[in-house]
């Protein structure tokens, strides 16, 4: 059963935290629902996702707090990278939904390469750029290792290298424990739109 369910979800509420927080009754959550896909969607389009780790949403009524996890350092490179499409945000749920944007604050993480998702995004990034996937592979396997993660799983599927058959391609470093409640796995999957078609990433990483 750890091997087919989504590994956050099989945790969730226990060993997971939610990635946003508010209440809703039946009339109004598929309306709130779509506006939190619709504002994950944006800032994932407007910010670089090589810079990206998380975004956590609170809401008050109708009003909204964002939390955006960003790579260390990553603001010196451009701040207006990271607040411009926050301003553009505001004014388009406003204009959109009827909602306000309370609050926002970036928080950097000190070590991305323990985080799924920012693994995924980067995979994704390379692939598309035609580097070698099992370079790829590898690489991202050593920075995780050695950011601190007790190990990780990667399988990419689709087209590899222009292959006309698909096909999956996986490597395993260290322990990735899914059966066990209680192992902190951090899960994520993305897909890399290349010459040769869509190429599916999943990234399991186990930390303590």
Same mark, same amino acid.
């Given at each position: 059963? %750890?091997q087919k369910i989504h590994p956050h979800g099989f945790r969730l509420g226990i060993y997971k935290k939610h990635s946003a927080f508010w209440y809703a009754d039946r009339s109004t959550y598929s309306k ?6 619709? $504002? ?8 670089? @996702?090589?810079?990206?780790? =998380? ?11 964002? @939390?955006? !996890? $960003? #790579?260390?350092? *990553?603001?010196?490179?451009? +701040?207006?990278?990271? &607040? ?5 945000? =505001?004014?388009?749920? /406003?204009? /959109?939904?009827? #909602? ?13 390469? @323990?985080?799924?998702?920012? #693994?995924?995004?980067s995979i994704k990034f390379q692939l598309e750029k035609r580097l070698p996937f099992r370079k790829i592979m590898k690489d991202a396997v050593v920075k995780s290792i050695k950011a601190g993660s007790k190990?990780?799983? $990667?399988?990419?599927? %689709?087209?590899? !290298?222009?292959? &006309?058959? *698909?096909?999956?391609?996986? $490597? ?7 059966? +066990?409640? =209680? *192992?902190?796995?951090?899960?994520? =999957?993305?897909?890399?739109? @290349? ?12 930390? #303590?």
């Amino acid at each position: 059963m %750890g091997q087919k369910i989504h590994p956050h979800g099989f945790r969730l509420g226990i060993y997971k935290k939610h990635s946003a927080f508010w209440y809703a009754d039946r009339s109004t959550y598929s309306k709130i629902l779509k506006q939190d896909i619709f $504002i994950r969607k944006y800032l994932k389009d407007k910010i670089n @996702t090589c810079f990206l780790v =998380s975004i956590i949403i609170n809401r008050k009524l109708d009003s909204i707090g964002l @939390t955006v !996890n $960003i #790579v260390k350092n *990553a603001s010196k490179f451009n +701040t207006e990278l990271f &607040e411009q499409p926050i301003r553009d945000l =505001s004014v388009i749920l /406003k204009d /959109k939904f009827n #909602v306000e944007l309370r609050s926002f604050n970036f928080v950097e993480v000190l070590n991305p390469d @323990t985080c799924a998702s920012f #693994v995924a995004d980067s995979i994704k990034f390379q692939l598309e750029k035609r580097l070698p996937f099992r370079k790829i592979m590898k690489d991202a396997v050593v920075k995780s290792i050695k950011a601190g993660s007790k190990g990780i799983k $990667i399988q990419i599927s %689709g087209r590899l !290298n222009g292959a &006309e058959i *698909a096909r999956s391609e996986w $490597i395993r470093e260290g322990r990735v424990p899914l059966h +066990t409640l =209680s *192992a902190n796995i951090d899960y994520c =999957s993305c897909r890399a739109q @290349t010459i040769f078609g869509v190429l599916g990433i999943k990234v399991w990483l186990y930390n #303590v």
